[in-house]
C-alpha cells in the first residue's frame, strides 16, 4: 500500500498564493502519477493538475496558467504551487497517485482551501 500525506492549505486572500505538499511512502517504487483533485460541497471531485514519473504535467482547464506542479522522484514528493488565487479555488484538495503495476489509486486525507477576503 501507498501512503499520502498532506502539507499546507488554509485561508488566503483572492489574488494570493498558497503551497501544497504531498509525500508518499510505503510501496512507493510503481508509483506513476501524483497529483492533486478538489471537490466543494454539492460538486463533482475534478482533477487539478498531476504529473507522471517522467515529469509530464496535465492540469484542469479551470487552473491553467495559475497553478504549478512539480515532482522530486527521489524524495517521492508533489508539490502544488498555486497564484492568483480565486474564491472558485475554495474546495478540499486530495493529494493523488496511480500506482503502474497494481493500478490501484491512492489518496490523502485532504486539505480545506478557502479564497475569501
Known amino acids: 500500500q501507498v501512503q499520502l500525506v498532506e502539507s499546507g492549505g488554509g485561508l488566503v486572500q483572492p489574488g494570493g498564493s498558497l503551497g501544497l505538499s504531498c509525500a508518499a511512502s510505503?510501496?512507493?517504487?510503481?508509483?506513476?502519477?501524483m497529483g492533486w483533485y478538489r471537490q466543494a460541497p454539492g460538486k463533482q471531485r475534478e482533477l487539478v493538475a498531476a504529473?507522471?514519473?517522467?515529469?509530464?504535467?496535465n492540469y484542469g482547464d479551470s487552473v491553467k496558467g495559475r497553478f504549478t506542479i512539480s515532482r522530486d522522484n527521489a524524495k517521492n514528493t508533489v508539490d502544488l504551487q498555486m497564484n492568483s488565487l480565486k474564491p472558485e479555488d475554495t474546495a478540499v484538495y486530495y493529494c493523488?497517485?496511480?500506482?503502474?503495476?497494481?493500478?490501484?489509486?491512492?489518496w490523502g486525507q485532504g486539505t480545506q482551501i478557502t479564497v475569501s477576503s
Open positions: 510505503g510501496r512507493i517504487f510503481s508509483i506513476y502519477t
Open positions: 504529473v507522471s514519473r517522467d515529469g509530464t504535467t
Open positions: 493523488h497517485a496511480l500506482d503502474s503495476r497494481s493500478w490501484s489509486n491512492y
